[in-house]
């Protein structure tokens, strides 16, 4: 529900008592609360809903379900995308 | 399972309750051009009406040259953000829209108003800035006011600058000259500047490497006007290339229609509007124009935007077709949708 | 934007729309329950490139849509006072009250400020200890970790000057009243993906068993939605009623434990007044009592009088439950749109109104 949005996790610290970290999102970053993911540290990708980690991107199962679907798109072989984006058209 | 039914731009929405002015007023969109079609054109427009024109900037005639004539008001806050400040902005902004009717930018005036207790160190950022930006962009800054008003009223400053150019002999350019046919170009990525700005609002504050696109665009549009026929210019500042693109299609009579995978948009600016809920279509820029040019030039204008450091990213991104008003967005999966002119301003999306 | 773009690619979306046209055999009325799904169907057009067969209904999914007017003019009210800051997401703000708005308070001088996260708001609260700040903790399952963490922060740090205003709803209760309501006539749902991230998917499970419903919890991407369509189609197609997960990379079955315990340790679950909809028993969260000197509702009780009204004209109600389309109504872009809202749906991004709006989509003639 809302607003959620992957990024990755570039800096973890701590304040107030609480397991913060830094996320990168396609080349912006912005501070969130890392506290219902303890497990993830720098490199791991999460998703933000305001301003917290809820779930952490499953990247296996993201690669697994994505080749199905990229057969579906008669795809062979996508580019993912690499963050940060330079200029998108 | 088409929808032929146009969106009908003209449904009659009645003012806002209420009887005073919102912000939304102030935001490029629709509540901003009702009030300048129902409260001030009625009033101030004279005969002739260049004002109800509705350009970039004024176009009269002094014995037999035709000058550009414009004023705008600066309000941004915060006055520093990445890249720029309110003072660079004020010089940037008057300049482009003399530059969007073809216009050579020659003199400018400032009234700054200042809020009672301003650093005077910030001023003179402000003050220094404008004078760079003037030599930047080869005018002359010849004439100002001051006035301080009490602490709470201004919000640090306000600049409003105005500014006069000549209009060269065979160079024909307004908003009402789209025709069906002809192609749409921005001269670069969009959305940049007013994501820049949010960057540094309190209360939606990111860390972005992101700067305002601000930049004067007097020899970019000079040297798309000498590579073809460049028949429609208008600076995509507050309201974005959306509100833009309503506009021409508005004062021409036309419908246009923009491909939104074509559209440029910079990585990190895409990714602050994703976080946002915010769409770069509708995001103020201070350094790209939308150009209706042509089609057969259009080839020869886009080569000649990208030779230019401002226009390297430009683009062809839709074309114009028959009226009545209205403006389409080919979406990345290729269904068609209108592309309508919000209301106010966008508001954050979060929850 | 990895995890985001590759999920919107055209070719992949369009493989999709064919093998949803090949499954299908039959009508089939689907409801995506999330409003941020309502969004990208629209937006994208995707309600229109599905074959004729099946229908997209919208669900009452946008938490600022549902939070009952009352709520509102409360909120309106505390911002009012010199005593305290009201901190909000930003598209609570245009929400009509019975008689005006945050966005038009703020304009009057109430001191109204939009925060992206509630950690922000309890910042505020530290930097003005001379006032209350009241957080409009608005949200559905998603947001009550968030809202609770900040809460929890405050009594754990000292911070007595937070308050929240409570408007949490819960999705499970509304799906269980849709399906039981008179004339029903949805067939399969879109779990909310990111509602289920925190929650996981277990409270559907006995819904799909009692009603024989397919529910297939879906992202919010054009490949997300097309991929739990697909999934939700064959489903129906087969007589099957599941449980099934698209969104894979972000929810697994039994959720967030972490976020669901703090959840737990903050609030209780109470009856709700959805807005348009009514009472949904056991569809809300209240703060618990060892946190209610952080109430709002308590700190500023309502003053009894002028009670509530909504406009008479509003729909909102039946298109939140999927009964009527934004596009039908009457007033749909005359008398009510995004400047001139008369319900929430059309002033919220993820209203389903607001959302046919921004997307120039014409009104309908209805025939009756």
């Known amino acids: ?89 | 399972m088409s929808d032929d039914h146009e969106f009908a731009l003209r449904c009659p929405v009645p003012l806002p309750p209420g009887d005073t002015v919102l912000l939304g007023h102030g935001s490029g969109g629709k509540l901003t051009a009702q009030l300048i079609r129902d409260l001030f054109v009625p009033v101030l427009a004279g005969d002739g009406s260049e004002l109800a024109r509705l350009g970039d900037a004024a176009v009269v005639v002094v014995n037999g040259t035709r000058l550009a004539f414009t004023t705008d008001a600066f309000v941004v806050a915060p006055a520093f953000f990445p890249g720029s400040n309110i003072g660079e902005l004020s010089v940037n902004g008057t300049v482009n829209d003399l530059a969007m009717m073809g216009a050579t930018p020659l003199f400018l005036s400032a009234a700054l108003i200042l809020e009672e207790g301003l650093p005077l160190r910030d001023l003179g950022e402000v003050v220094a800035s404008m004078a760079e930006a003037c030599r930047r962009a080869g005018v002359t800054l010849v004439t100002g006011d001051t006035k301080v008003v009490e602490r709470g009223s201004a919000d640090g400053l306000f600049v409003t600058t105005s500014g006069v150019g000549v209009i060269p002999d065979g160079v024909e350019i307004g908003p009402e000259r789209a025709r069906p046919g002809d192609v749409v170009l921005v001269s670069g990525p969009v959305g940049s500047h007013g994501v820049a700005v949010m960057s540094r609002r309190a209360g939606i504050e990111f860390e972005a490497k992101l700067v305002s696109d601000t930049a004067p665009l007097t020899d970019l549009v000079r040297a798309m006007i000498a590579a073809g026929d460049v028949r429609c210019l208008r600076d995509a500042t507050r309201g974005g290339v959306a509100s833009v693109l309503n506009e021409l299609a508005e004062a021409s009579s036309v419908s246009i229609t923009a491909v939104e995978t074509d559209i440029p948009v910079l990585g990190p600016v895409r990714a602050a509007c994703e976080m946002l809920g915010l769409d770069p279509l509708y995001v103020a820029n201070e350094g790209v124009c939308v150009a209706i040019v042509a089609p057969e030039d259009a080839e020869a204008v886009l080569a000649a935007a990208r030779a230019n450091p401002h226009g390297e990213h430009a683009a062809i991104v839709g074309s114009v077709g028959e009226g009545p008003p209205r403006v389409l967005l080919r979406t990345g999966l290729g269904a068609t949708r209108p592309l309508i002119m919000l209301a106010g301003d966008q508001l954050p999306r979060i929850c | 934007m990895r995890f985001v773009d590759e999920y919107r690619n055209e070719r992949i979306a369009r493989g999709l729309l064919e093998e949803i046209s090949r499954t299908v055999t039959r009508p089939w009325t689907l409801m995506e329950v999330c409003g941020g799904q309502t969004h990208t169907l629209i937006r994208a057009g995707i309600d229109q490139l599905l074959p004729a067969e099946i229908e997209l209904v919208h669900g009452p999914g946008c938490p600022v849509c549902v939070t009952p007017l009352a709520l509102i003019d409360e909120a309106i009210a505390i911002a009012k006072r010199s005593d305290a800051i009201l901190c909000s997401f930003g598209d609570m703000l245009r929400v009509p009250g019975s008689s005006e708005d945050l966005f038009m308070a703020r304009a009057a001088g109430a001191d109204v400020r939009i925060v992206y996260s509630p950690l922000d708001a309890l910042e505020v609260a530290r930097r003005n200890p001379d006032r209350t700040v009241v957080f409009f903790a608005v949200g559905f399952e998603t947001t009550a970790p968030a809202n609770a963490m900040a809460v929890k922060q405050a009594k754990e740090l000292g911070i007595e000057n937070f308050a929240l205003l409570v408007a949490h709803v819960l999705v499970p209760p509304a799906i269980a009243a849709i399906l039981v309501s008179p004339g029903n006539r949805v067939q399969g749902f879109l779990a909310p993906g990111h509602v289920c991230a925190v929650q996981g998917w277990t409270e559907y499970e006995p819904i799909a068993r009692e009603f024989h419903v397919p529910l297939v919890v879906t992202g919010f991407e054009p490949v997300d939605l097309l991929e739990g369509i697909l999934m939700a189609v064959r489903q129906l197609e087969e007589g099957r009623a599941e449980v099934e997960n698209q969104y894979v990379r972000a929810v697994g079955r039994t959720g967030n434990l972490a976020a669901q315990a703090v959840v737990a340790e903050v609030f209780e679950t109470c009856d709700r007044a959805w807005r348009g909809i009514g009472v949904i028993p056991k569809s809300g969260l209240r703060l618990r009592e060892a946190y209610r000197d952080h109430d709002a509702e308590l700190l500023f009780p309502r003053e009894g009088g002028v009670p509530a009204s909504e406009s008479e004209i509003c729909i909102a109600g039946t298109v939140l439950v999927g009964r009527a389309k934004p596009d039908a109504c009457p007033a749909y872009g005359t008398l009510c749109t995004p400047e001139t809202p008369l319900g929430a749906p059309m002033v919220s991004s993820e209203g389903a109104c607001a959302a046919y709006f921004l997307a120039g989509r014409a009104r309908r003639e209805v025939s009756s």
């Open chain 1, 1 to 89: 529900m809302c607003l959620g949005v992957p990024g990755k996790v570039v800096e973890v610290f701590e304040e107030d008592g609480l397991r913060m970290g830094v996320v990168d999102f396609g080349g912006i970053k912005r501070k969130a609360c890392l506290a219902y993911e303890p497990e993830v540290d720098v490199g791991s990708y999460v998703v933000i809903h305001v301003g917290f980690a809820i779930s952490v991107v499953d990247e296996e199962e993201a690669a697994r379900s994505y080749e199905l679907l990229a057969e579906m798109g008669n795809l062979e072989g996508i580019d993912l995308p690499q963050d940060p984006g330079g200029v998108r058209e």
